[in-house]
């Protein structure tokens, strides 16, 4: 599980706007990227991302 303070910060590197968590994994709200939790870490890299 995600903190929420941490979800607070977090933002797409892809294109700055919010994520949030859904299914273990972090997902932004413009894009739709999701990008993967490994061992309760955030993955926050584009190249990691699924479209």
């Known amino acids: 599980m995600i903190d929420q303070d941490l979800l607070k910060i977090l933002a797409c590197p892809a294109c700055r706007a919010s994520v949030e968590h859904k299914e273990e994994?972090?997902?932004c709200v413009?894009?739709?990227r999701?990008?993967?939790i490994k061992n309760g870490i955030?993955?926050?890299l584009?190249?990691?991302a699924e479209k």
């Open 34 to 36: 999701r990008y993967p």
């Open 25 to 27: 994994k972090i997902v």
């Open 46 to 48: 584009v190249d990691e």
């Open 30 to 32: 413009k894009c739709g």
């Open 42 to 44: 955030p993955v926050m």
